[in-house]
């Protein structure tokens, strides 16, 4: 295949059922990886899956809660036996949780605190625990986060508890990173500009003021975790790269 081969590989990726990490799934199974598809939903899970089948490719729908550790434990195993393999690329995608705790800080009750952050940090641990000793052991690893710009920025748009948890799961795998360069595991976050899939009000505006002049789309996702998930990659890590059409520039 040349550069960005994943063939051999088995990938993880969460929240696949649709957008960004379908886009993810799809792009990593055309690399050669087989996949492991997880959403909540097992009916997202199963469309991705079909996908990928109907291109040539390799997946299995493995539906769980990223919250829930003995369940992600649990279809961790699966995923590896199901693909004859081990996890050796995570992609912890699923961040968006049931409710946002949209608004200004001041205005929201303690008790939806946890949401945001309960996916978005204590998800990705999960997952990152579940699969690291198999990772170890096979002296190979790629993890990729989904984080957002709202992890790397302030914004006056109601998102400080979502923010709060992608800046949390940012930090994390950093520290990540340094305990496990020498095992040959990388860990870098991806922060995502506004996508397609946002919709709402105002888009084509918002749009408009990206200067690449659109939003983001899912194979512009998968084709930067193509590149991080493979073994050109292996000098990457630790890092946070911006991907939002230039956006933000740091
Ligand atoms: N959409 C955007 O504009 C945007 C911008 C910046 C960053 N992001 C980030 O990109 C990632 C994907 O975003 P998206 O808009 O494609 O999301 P989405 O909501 O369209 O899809 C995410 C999928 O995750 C699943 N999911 C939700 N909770 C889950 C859980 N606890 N366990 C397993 N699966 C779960 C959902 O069922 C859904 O199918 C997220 O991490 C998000 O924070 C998105």
């Not at 550790?69 to 949780?97: H, K, Q, S, W, Y």
Request: charged content about 20%; some cysteine; proline content about 4%.
């Amino acid at each position: 295949m040349g550069m960005f081969d994943l063939t051999g590989h088995v990938a993880l990726v969460t929240g696949a059922g649709q957008n960004a990490g379908a886009g993810i799934a799809r792009a990593l199974a055309r690399q050669g990886a087989a996949v492991a598809v997880n959403d909540l939903r097992p009916e997202r899970a199963e469309e991705t899956c079909a996908e990928i089948e109907k291109a040539g490719g390799r997946a299995v729908p493995v539906p769980f809660d990223v919250t829930d550790i003995d369940a992600v434990r649990a279809e961790v195993a699966r995923a590896a036996d199901a693909l004859d393999g081990t996890v050796d690329i995570l992609v912890n995608n699923a961040g968006i949780p049931a409710d946002m705790g949209y608004g200004p800080f001041r205005d929201i009750a303690p008790e939806r605190w946890r949401g945001p952050v309960e996916i978005n940090l204590f998800g990705a641990m999960n997952c990152v625990h579940a699969v690291l000793p198999g990772m170890r052991e096979a002296g190979w690893g790629r993890v990729v986060q989904i984080s957002s710009g709202a992890g790397r920025t302030g914004l006056a748009i109601g998102v400080s508890l979502y923010g709060a948890g992608k800046s949390g799961v940012e930090g994390f795998i950093r520290h990540v990173s340094q305990e496990e360069a020498k095992a040959g595991i990388t860990a870098n976050t991806l922060a995502l500009g506004l996508m397609q899939s946002a919709g709402g009000p105002g888009i084509d505006r918002i749009a408009e003021g990206i200067p690449v002049g659109r939003l983001g789309r899912p194979e512009d996702v998968g084709a930067a975790v193509a590149f991080l998930a493979s073994s050109e990659a292996s000098w990457l890590t630790g890092q946070t790269v911006d991907l939002n059409g230039g956006s933000h520039t740091r």
